[in-house]
């Protein structure tokens, strides 16, 4: 079987060693690199979220799929995006997490792991994370963008607060704020007044680099 259809099996079927083991082999044997399997794992969780709407899976499963493909990508795949990545300069540094009152992680760490192996440095907060936390740590770090990920309909105001907190503590101009999720849209950023917004992972990552004047 190939690779995706391997991916898949593992995550449809639950199978963490299986699935920890066959990205490994994969890495160890350079067939392919740690973003090609993120981009596989990624459309498999889309999957999963459709089999969740047509209620062939429900919570619990949900959480199990979440889970495996989490801990691969702590325990496996950021350590070797780490690995390669670490000799590049930074292009700019990012902020990111999910927005108070939400736990969806997987969306937010992939856009995460994605930035971080195109070079940019990532400081990634975790899930319910309140306005406050991140325009501490972006003025700790000197972030250049703040990115926040919701992907529930009642989590979504939270992102319009992030940035009238900033416009509080007149902040706005100094980051471009970044806005991504299911529920969000390009309007809803134009209406919350954010920077942008990116439908996936690798539109996000031209997303910044355009916010950032960076041609490449
Ligand atoms: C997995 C999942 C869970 C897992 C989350 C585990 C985890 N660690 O993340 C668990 C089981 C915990 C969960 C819980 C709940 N969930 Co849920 N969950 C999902 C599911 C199936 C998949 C989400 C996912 O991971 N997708 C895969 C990733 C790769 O895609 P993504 O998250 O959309 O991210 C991409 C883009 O959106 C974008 N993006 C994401 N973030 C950002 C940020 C920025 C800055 C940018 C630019 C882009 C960007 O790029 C990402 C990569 O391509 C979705 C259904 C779906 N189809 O989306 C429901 C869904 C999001 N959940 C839903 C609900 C209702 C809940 C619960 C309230 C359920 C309940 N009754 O308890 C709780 C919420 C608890 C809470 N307080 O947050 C609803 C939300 C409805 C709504 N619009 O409000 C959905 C849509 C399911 C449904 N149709 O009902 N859930």
């Known amino acids: 079987m190939s690779l995706e259809e391997d991916i898949k099996t593992s995550i449809l079927e639950f199978d963490e060693d299986g699935l920890k083991k066959r ?5 160890s044997t350079k067939e392919a690199d740690p973003l090609t399997i993120l981009k596989i794992i990624g459309n498999v969780m889309t999957l999963v ?27 496996i795949l950021d350590p070797a995006l780490r690995n390669t990545g670490q000799k590049k300069e930074s292009l700019g540094k990012v902020v990111i997490g999910t927005v108070e009152g939400d736990v969806h992680s997987i969306g937010k760490d992939l856009i995460a792991s994605f930035l971080f192996s195109n070079g940019f440095e990532v ?6 994370v309140p306005a406050e936390k991140f325009i501490n740590k972006a003025e700790e770090v000197n972030a250049h963008i703040i990115g926040l990920s919701s992907l529930l309909t009642m989590s979504m105001d939270f992102q ?7 416009k509080k503590r007149e902040l706005r101009d100094k980051y471009k704020v970044i806005v991504g999720g299911s529920p969000t849209s390009e309007e809803w950023a134009e209406q919350i007044g954010a920077d942008g917004w990116a439908d996936d992972a690798l539109e996000t990552v031209a997303l910044v680099k355009k916010l950032l004047n960076i041609n490449e």
Do not use: C, H, W
């Open 23 to 27: 990205i490994e082999t994969a890495l």
């Open 49 to 75: 979220g459709d089999k969740f709407e047509k209620e062939e899976y429900f919570l619990p499963e949900l959480i199990m799929s979440a889970n495996i493909v989490k801990s691969a990508i702590d325990e």
């Open 123 to 128: 400081y990634n907060l975790g899930e319910e």
């Open 160 to 166: 319009r607060q992030v940035i009238q907190e900033l």
